[in-house]
């Protein structure tokens, strides 16, 4: 399988599926980005 034959956002979809999200996680990676609640205001 390629990554023409499954696509950008298939392939994202089966990278991300693979992973678990923290209580932290205030929304899933996508596209571009994942957005992560940092309680010590580290980035």
Do not use: K, N, Q
């Not at 950008?8 to 991300?16: D, H, K, N, S």
């Not at 996680?25 to 957005?35: E, I, N, Q, S, Y």
Request: net charge negative; proline share 7%.
């Amino acid at each position: 399988m390629s990554v023409a034959a499954v696509g950008e956002f298939g392939l994202i979809e089966r990278v991300t599926a693979r992973l678990s999200h923290g209580p932290a996680t205030l929304l899933g990676p996508g596209d571009d980005a994942a957005v992560i609640a940092a309680p010590d205001g580290r980035v």
